[in-house]
């Protein structure tokens, strides 16, 4: 994995403000900031761009109702551990575990 030190710490910048969000718009926001410094981390500019198309879309007025259920209380807990289980496999530096997290989390 090519995280470097600053990357890792926003990741867990990002885990901490996201489990302890108190409302969908700031779960949604730390859950965006998780991804995006994945994608960035990477420094595969490709990816970086399908992210940036995927929140594209995620911004459009459609989303609102796609996102309630997402970050429906029961899913967050779920979300919190995978992102956890994501951040450690990329700080142990474990890129085929943290790709199937990933894909796990993704298509899960």
């Known amino acids: 994995m090519k ?3 600053d ?3 926003k990741l867990n910048q990002c885990l901490k403000k996201g489990e302890n969000a108190t409302n969908e ?3 949604e926001l730390w859950d965006r900031e998780f991804h995006n410094t994945i994608a960035q981390a990477t420094k595969n500019q490709i990816l970086v ?3 940036e198309s995927l929140n594209a ?3 459009q007025v459609g989303w609102g109702a796609i996102g309630q259920a997402v970050f429906a ?3 967050l807990a779920v979300y919190h551990k995978q992102h956890k289980a994501i951040k450690e496999a990329i700080e142990s530096r474990t890129p085929d575990l943290s790709e199937a997290l990933m894909q796990n989390h993704l298509l899960g």
Do not use: G, L, T
């Open 49 to 51: 761009s399908v992210y």
């Open 7 to 9: 990357e890792i710490k």
């Open 73 to 75: 209380p029961e899913n």
């Open 25 to 27: 718009e700031a779960h």
């Open 57 to 59: 879309i995620r911004d």
């Open 3 to 5: 995280a470097n030190a």
